[in-house]
Nanobody, 122 residues
Framework: QLQASGGGSVQAGGSLRLSCAAS????????MGWFRQAPGKEREFVATIDWNGGSTYYAESVKGRFTIDRDNAKNMVYLQMNSLKPDDTAVYYCAANRYSRGSSSQNDYVYRGQGTQVTVSS
């Protein structure tokens, strides 16, 4: 139901903009989040946005470099990633929260889509 896209390979310092589309239904009343999983590591929280875009929250590792936003009219969520680092290399997933307010806990997310690969080279 959720499909992430926009990943690719970039050099350190580069930028990518990820998109998340809902293929069925609407998530305009749900907070949305981005997570990532690097090879051999646990999936980790990246960013979240409230249902109306009024509040956002980021993992410390991406704060100041990544920006999450959404367009409820288009049923889309985005993740703008700037100043990318090799440590950002991972598969990125978008997910819908069961609540309207965002959170960093994976347990709060009820839908998770297919991911998109982001590779950052040094």
């Amino acid at each position: 139901q959720l499909q992430a896209s926009g990943g690719g390979s970039v050099q350190a310092g580069g930028s990518l903009r990820l998109s998340c589309a809902a293929s069925r239904g609407t998530f305009s009343n749900n907070a949305m989040g981005w997570f990532r999983q690097a090879p051999g590591k646990e999936r980790e929280f990246v960013a979240t946005i409230d249902w109306n875009g009024g509040s956002t929250y980021y993992a410390e590792s991406v704060k100041g470099r990544f920006t999450i936003d959404r367009d409820n009219a288009k049923n889309m969520v985005y993740l703008q990633m700037n100043s990318l680092k090799p440590d950002d290399t991972a598969v990125y997933y978008c997910a819908a929260n069961r609540y309207s307010r965002g959170s960093s806990s994976q347990n709060d997310y009820v839908y998770r889509g297919q991911g998109t690969q982001v590779t950052v080279s040094s």
